[in-house]
């Protein structure tokens, strides 16, 4: 029925009918079809629809009778919708006479037809069309002519078509279907719209007695099938929606007197195919008013997922089917005592088992895409769902499955049955699904045919990508496995799910998943070891979310959380090795306030809040925090506990170390026996991120405990190993033994076994080769060890890491540990320059002293020593005019010291010992005599006066240094006046501020000198020359006095002579015996002096030998000039061993350098005579 | 005429497919809900992804699935907040406007709650559905019973 396709007729003359010819037109005609690409735009629809492709049906007019009288009505395609009339005539009086009364006739008879088109063909051979016509023959074509009888109306209905057997062109039959296609859509357009009158006409008759929905279901199921006809499948479908739309309404409306019951139950009722349109006669039982809503509902889906399938579209079909036996399942439901047992279930059951072979019979799934095919496949799955509710049904009621969750539900309690009704059931008939009757008989077939079906769904899930659906799933055959008593294999699931509920917080399915695998733990006997702790701790991290409360169904949770902590408990001491488990939300840990210090030992408390989220008491052993420091190093605050009660509660941790500073919480640990919770405070970004906020813990300053001071020893020598001191000040430990341990900076070592103890009565040192072990050093002492180190002049300062454990006396089973620090200044706060010059015998040394750093430095005294073995050498320095010098960054102090030395160089280095401090220390060490004596000469009580003093000294030493403007009072005078913003807040201030601004010399101070040795090597020299330029007072006029120059004026010639003096004394022994060649060279300089002579030249030099050259100089102008210098220059010496020239090492002065010639202007005289004009005339 | 509507259960779900309060208006069947709250969580996405970037201003997703007598109704906030809510299964027509008038309102009562400037949003995953916000509980149940009755849980 609905595979009718468009009927188009044709007629032609007898004889044409007959003949060969055309036979080939028809089959030519044939081979047009199917029509492609129908465009249909009709007046009452909005817009245009498009059919891609459209079968035709060419019959002959005369095989169609009019025998379809009957009231009923079908499709429209029925009757034909195209007439076609061919005619090959092309004589016009054949035309006229014979032709033209055919076309009539059969024009006659289709127009009266209603709803029909028609088209006549004139068929014309291609070979004889363009001979001749219009211009030359006047008279008129036979097509013509029949346009002009037949085509009354504007429409062309008449058709040329030029053919001949064997052309296939397609060009010469496009006219023919263009006006085909306009044809079956005029005729199409006009009987659709007539029959949709017809409906609209019906559907407003509805209230009227007598209208009946049957009826007027065939009439507008006509054009529906109509659509489908001619492949408008959307619009069929559209059709069968509104009637639904329209059932469902009248249902409402209750008016159901043409229906027969809602359902007549027949024997395989249950178990048919659902989308089978043939299994009943659903269109007589609609005609007959006999249908059931049952049989109507089932007819009306399985005609739309027919039109479905047609448009390709199987994932609605699934879901149409579903919502289907759904809805109507829960229809069936009110009359379920009159059908047989378990006939709704088996009924949906094998419907949608039916439905999923059938749609997979319908759209192989390589038809699909990605997405429709997901989809698909995830209809599917709620389909096979849909089939395993209903077993859960059955499976309740007959009594393979427990009454209760998850199987049992409440929708299942209302519509339970009372057992009256149940007697009343007709038990004539029984459901007629094999399947379903072999579950209900059988339980083993019951679980069987659950399993498949639930693993089919799971199957169909999976492959959609419905993770969460398919875990649903796995937890109803987990349940049906603990009911089947199958534990193991429903432990293994139900420890599995939890992992899939947990990214997501699904806190209430976990826990309630969590819970039945402890159940199934604890009904199967298993050990309690480290997997089911796992899985408790799981469940009590879920038990902390209040989520969990609402699946909990156990009104005694609390209670069997406390029994499974306990069970935890004694678990936990069991374990065979330990167990970490992180970031766990049934306990917390955090740090309230800064640490406090204990006031009679070096240990270190800090309060910590913890919290116990869990309603019952938790037993725990010990808690602890991790707190980091600045330099990573780390301090762990134990308190041992026994059990924490729930809700908050403060505990006190400690500490046993002297470190001070700001720390931050690092971690934090509840130990209960092996089981170690832990919780990480910072470190990785993804915890910072989610706390952002970090604890930070400030660890006091205790002043009576151990301290380690790094410094530098008072005596540097530099070229000898380096040394560091380490002051260690005891305070109130009485040590028994302390390791300590510096850590130098990389490329730095500490000779650790080479360490030594430089105060006396303070315990004894203990070799060792990794530390400094200190054992018995008293209380109150401050212990200073020696420890020389390695190079370290590529650091400016040193920072040495300090790790010192220590037990006291008073409790020797505690071991202490102080973390800390400490930066040394390694670089010398000042740098040491030398400059030299040779003088015969004699070498001068100039030290220019500088500042390295902003530091002004103190200089007591400087002193250039050599050895004692040293001989026939005498050192002299300047005597210094002031008891101190201090050196600046800006101003450098240089000591000049003479070395004299009888017996040629000196081979031996000399020391430049120098005492020095730092303004800054001096400072200090004033500040701290000052403090002292102001607090000796006050009452303070003995305890107090320590931590007073230090107290005083650092906001001392503070203020100074926040404000620099006493520096140079103090320089000039010694007094230290104290910024005015120095307050106390007791009354030292004043006595203390009044003893610093005392005027004191500059070496009152108390602070020690440090001493730097440095070693100076003196320099030697190959030749010392000195060079000299005399002027000849004979070469000068009026030689009158002999020690006197004569007046010597510019332009006027001197006679000069240049002396060379040269020596070897600071040559080594060898060299003395040598003599070099030198090179003079006298500076020119053209603004002062002409000069005549040898200006340059070669000379042999000799030990103690001198060389004369006469010059004459030219003063060009007068004034005091100074002689000009004389630069000489050993020549290289070429030696044999090594073919290279060697410049021996050569000194020049000038002897002359300071000297001065006064040049007097030439006096004289010029005569200027002027004409006074007499002789003019 | 058509029957009213009967929430069953009621479903917020944060953008990160945290539950932030699922309701249940029938007694004894949570852990139904917290089935169809979850599942429905694959259909939703599901269907964002087929639907792609051309309907992604509508809030409303319709039906998304029906099973066990219920069926479900899905609403995706612009943020991405899901709200699902179970409807018994009926053989009446379900008015879409009803269903998003519905979704609407509940939306505005999360919207309501969550401006709540005492509510640390992001401390735990359920935010305002945690049990200490009594008044986002008390709405919801307000718009159930307005919407069409239901026992309301204690």
Known sequence: MSNQNVLVTYSAPVSFLASENWKQVLAALQ????????????????????????????????????????????????????????????????????????????????????????????????????????????????????KADFNIDKRDRCVQLSWTAGDHSPVIWADLVNKIKDGLLSALDSSVSQREEEVRRSESQKQMPGWNFCTFFILKE????????????????????????????????????????????????????????????YRDLILANSISVFDFRIYLLARQCALLNKMRRPSEICQKVTAFLGTFGRRLREVEAKLPEYFIESWIFSSALSVVDQCDAWAPTTELDGIQLARFTASKGELLELAKTQLDIIGVKVGPLPKKMPFATTCMEETALHPR????????????????????????????????????????????????????????????????????????????????????????LESFVLSRALDIHAELENPQDREWIHILLAYLRTCTNDMSKELASEVNKEKSVTQLVRALHTAAANLDSDLVHTDHPVMAVQVSGDATCSDDEDLALVNTTVSNHLPCDVFVDEINITLRGRDSERLTFIAKVDK??????????????????????????????????????????????KRNQISLVRVPRSLRALDVQIRQPQQTELGTTSHLLLVISTGQNDISRATIKPTPPPGVQFNYSAARLETEGTGTLEASDDAIVLLDAPVDADVIISLPHSDASRYHT?????????????????????QTSRVVAVSLPIAVNV??????????????????????????????????????????????????????????????FSIESSNGPVLEPLNLVIKYRILRDEVEALVRQTVEAVLSSMPVEKPQYGSLRRMLIDKLVAQLESDAEWVDAYRATGEI??????????????????????????????????????????????????????????????????????????????????????????????????????????????KDWLLCGRKRGDFVATDGGSFAVPLTLIALHH??????????????????????????????????????????????????????GGEYE | MAPPLRLNAVAFISPQNHPILIRTFEKGDELKYHYVAHTSLDVIEERSQSNGPTKSNDCYLGLLYAMDEIAAYGYITPLKMKIVIALPLTDSVVRDAEVIMTFKALHLAYYHASSNPFIRLHDTPAGVGSAKWKRFRRKVDEISRAVGGGSVPS
């Not at chain 1, 559209?238 to 139950?265: D, T």
């Not at chain 1, 030749?1023 to 002027?1031: C, S």
């Not at chain 1, 004289?1164 to 006074?1172: A, H």
Request: charged share 20%; glycine share 4%; with cysteine.
């Open chain 1, 644 to 689: 924490l009660p729930p809700g908050q509660s403060t505990i006190t941790l400690s500490c046993p170390s002297s470190s001070w500073g700001l720390y931050t919480l690092e971690s934090s640990e509840v130990v209960m026996s092996r089981v170690h919770f832990q919780w990480q405070h910072t470190g990785t970004v993804a915890t910072t991120l």
């Open chain 1, 1119 to 1172: 004034g005091e000039i100074t002689l000009p210098k004389v630069d000489v220059r050993p020549l290289p010496i070429s030696t044999q061993a090594s073919m290279g020239s060697t410049v021996p090492s050569a000194d020049v002065c000038q002897v002359h350098e300071a000297e001065k010639v006064l040049i007097l202007p030439r006096g004289g005289r010029s005569t200027y005579i002027v004409g006074m």
């Open chain 1, 421 to 508: 009704q149940i007697s009343k059931r007709s038990s004539t008939r029984r459901i007629s699904n094999h399947e379903v009757m072999l579950a209900i008989g059988d339980k083993e077939a019951f679980y069987d045919l659950y399993c498949a079906t639930s693993n089919r769904a799971i199957e169909m899930y999976v492959k959609a990508g419905r993770r969460k659906f398919a875990l649903k799933l796995h937890g109803f055959l987990a349940a049906l496995d603990i009911h089947r008593g199958r534990l193991a294999s429903a432990l293994a699931i139900f420890t599995s799910l939890p992992a899939h509920y947990a990214p997501h917080m699904w806190i209430s």
């Open chain 1, 31 to 146: 081979s047009q079809l199917p029509l492609r690409s129908i465009h249909w735009k009709s007046a009452s629809r909005p817009n245009l629809k498009t059919i891609q492709e459209l079968e035709l049906t060419l019959v002959p007019l005369d095989s169609l009778r009019d025998e379809h009288t009957s009231q009923v009505p079908v499709t429209l395609l029925e009757k034909p919708l195209l007439n076609l009339y061919v005619v090959t005539c092309e004589d016009n009086d054949l035309y006229k006479t014979n032709v033209k009364k055919q076309i009539k006739d059969w024009h006659s008879a289709i127009s009266q037809r209603k709803n029909q088109e028609w088209i006549i063909v004139h068929v014309v051979g291609s070979d004889i069309k363009a001979t001749d016509r219009k211009f030359f023959n006047m008279k008129s074509s036979v097509l013509d002519k029949i």
């Open chain 1, 977 to 1086: 006046i104290l910024p005015r913003s120095f307050e106390d807040g007791e009354d030292f201030q004043e006595p203390i501020r009044e003893a610093l601004a005392q005027c004191r010399p500059e070496t009152a101070s108390p602070c020690p000198w440090k001493e730097i040795k440095i070693p100076v090597d003196v320099p030697r020299m190959n030749i010392v020359t000195a060079a000299q330029i005399t002027v000849q007072r004979s070469s000068l006029p009026g030689d009158i006095q002999s020690d006197q120059l004569p007046p010597i004026y510019a332009g006027q010639p001197i006679n000069a002579t240049l002396i060379f003096k040269t020596s070897f004394h600071w040559a080594e022994k060898e060299g003395k015996q040598r003599c070099y060649t030198m090179r003079y060279d006298v500076e020119e300089r053209v």
């Open chain 1, 222 to 281: 006509s054009l529906a099938s109509s659509f489908e006809g001619v492949k408008l499948f959307e619009d069929a479908l559209h059709q069968y929606n509104e009637l639904e739309v329209s059932f469902i309404q009248v249902l409402r409306e209750k008016n159901m007197s043409w229906f027969g019951s809602l359902i007549q139950p027949v024997d395989n009722d249950d178990s048919m195919p659902l989308l089978s349109i043939t299994k009943k006669h």
């Open chain 1, 798 to 818: 040193m920072k040495i890491g300090l790790n010192v454990t220590y037990n006291t006396q008073s409790s020797m089973g505690v071991v202490r540990t102080l």
């Open chain 1, 835 to 896: 400059e030299d010059f040779f003088r015969g015998k004699r070498l001068f040394s100039k030290f220019t002293i500088s500042a390295t750093s902003h530091q002004h430095v103190r200089i007591s005294s400087t002193e250039l020593q050599g050895a004692r073995s040293l001989d026939g050498v005498k050192i002299s320095g300047c005597r210094p005019s002031r008891p101190v010098v201090t050196v600046t960054p800006e101003h450098p102090v240089n000591f000049l």
